[in-house]
């Protein structure tokens, strides 16, 4: 009989020993898997969290609150600009890959009857502009308290390009691809009602609806007709141009800096401030680095303790499974000396262990990947699930659409991984055979015998 016919004989005959084994290298191996997959998810959303728009800082005019004589606080804003020249000073100071300025205004249209507001009427029947080089950087997409759900964002090559709420486009019958005309505007108040202050029309503009984006809180508030969340107008920044209520290169509102990496965001901004060119008694800077801090220090925290982890079950394994094996070999070492009194050589005997440790193995593996499969998942939900990530990359300027942490996506080992893992673990079952069977391989025959009487 060979060897292999023995190794097989044994495996199906001692049940208990040999699904004791299966046991124990199938643990070891769902454990190995899953805490590299999770290991692996650490240190990949920590990369893709650098690589995306990781931080931003933005720069704007102070402005100065003060009380009407009915008790109200208003608003006063700084007169001072941003010229595209300062911008490109900024734009030079560090890696900043997206400059996205802002203008605001108001804007009337014959085809548009805006959502009405506190004391409306047809001259007050007007909304807000917003023009930007990117919307899907504007403040109420990145902190979604809106989304774009039909059409394409606005981008720094887009002209005569604007957005509309949801319930604009349905109020008026509007759909993404309409064309309609823009005129100037300017909110004011007279004798206690809301007024245009620019009553005689002399700018206008073409305008093409490039998309609708739909609002995510209700705004409660009571506000004027220009003021209703729902009647803002996202626009590129030639509309308001074009409507003389603003100038190529001038900037009225805030300018907002995008890094790809939040790690260099305190040194650019000290950068910032040195620029002689900025008067800082008028504006101020803020930063954001989208919580990368918190959520780097946490990914750090997890993957040093998930290679800690690592490193604790791979020598605790392979003690336990070397001295599984010592003990199992030494226990047939009576049916070592038998075979060996029989003519059957050492090596025979080893190969016939090997085999059989190996084919339990293989199996123990096979079953493992399949397992594994699910505690990863479980695994990566249970510490990633709580992560509200949402990365901003070029995609999301292309498409508006952020593009959220997909966790399984993140877990996931390639099959190389998965192979040097099992070649690994062929490896330690394999070692710990040969130094299993030191015990009857440096002994003679003669020697084995004695022991058995």
Known sequence: MNFAKRAFLYISRKRGKTISLLFLIFIVAVFLISCFGVLNASERLSKDIRTSLGAAFYIRANTEVSMNENGESEVKKNSVNILQKEIDEIMETGEIKYCNPINYGYAKSEDIQFIP??????????????????????????????ALIEGNPITETDNRKILISEQLASANHLSVGDVITLTHAKLGELAGAYIDEIPIKTAYVHVEVSGIYKLNIEDTAIKPTAGVAENEIYASLDVLNQLHESETGIYTGEVDFYITDPVQLESITRKVQLLPSIDWTTHFIRTNDFQYSKISDELQSLGGLVKILLVLVSIVSIAVLTLLLTMRIRGRLQEAGILLSVGISKKQILAQFLLEILSIAVLALGLSYIASTGVTKFLGYSLFGELQLNLLNEETLITGVKSGIQIENYLKLSGAKILLIYLCQFVVVTVSIFVSSISFMRLKPKEILSKMS
């Open 117 to 146: 507001g506190e004391k409306h009427t047809e001259e007050s029947n007007m909304g807000e502009v917003t023009a930007l080089r990117f919307s899907a950087l504007a403040p109420d997409f990145t902190d979604e308290t809106a």
